[in-house]
């Protein structure tokens, strides 16, 4: 027996009466759409899974949202871009912190525990400030060449250094460090 498929707009009405099983058929009834279009996003399968899987929670998260005078799809696929441009964005941020430390591995000779615990309270950051203090104090940056590297205008990037140096002062009183000479400007920290 062939059962005929549901309309969107079935599938909406059975969901705005509670049953659940309408919105995995919705779901179900998208997905090969919604990877094939990640998947032309991305060009990578393994990505495409990635960014489809994190589409489909948020989609599932948001669809109080969905305006129904649009088509599904249509909303659909701006989640699975906007969570593609959010996986390449992440991926971009942590080749940036990798690059900044193999940099930092190869120009320190001796290891030297002041410095290891400015790290720590570096890695402690939110990612949007860690990149801010990694390009410009540690790849020696300005603060406009930093913004085009972020994203951002440069005026963003002040902000973030200033909140990170907010940010990194009270954790390194927290944690009992005592700034001797201010960060970035001959990072110096003691016990």
Known sequence: MNVPERSDHELFNQIDQGRDEAFGALLAKHYDTLFAFA????????????????????????????DRRHR???????????TAKDLFEKERR??????AFAEEIVQ???PDPLHEGLWELLDRLPQKLYDAVTLVYGQGLNH???????????TTVSWRLYQARKKLTHQARRLGLVLLVFLFGGERWTR
């Not at 942590?94 to 690059?99: L, P």
């Not at 060449?145 to 951002?152: N, Q, S």
Request: overall charge positive; glycine content about 2%.
């Open 144 to 154: 406009a060449e930093a913004a085009t590297a972020l994203g951002c205008a440069e």
């Open 72 to 82: 599904f799809t249509t909303w659909a696929y701006r989640i699975v871009i906007n």
């Open 108 to 110: 320190s000779t001796a």
């Open 94 to 99: 942590e080749r940036i912190k990798q690059q």
């Open 39 to 66: 998947f032309k996003y991305c060009r990578c399968r393994s990505n495409a899974e990635d960014i489809l899987q994190e589409s489909l929670l948020k989609i599932s998260r948001n669809f109080h949202r969905f």
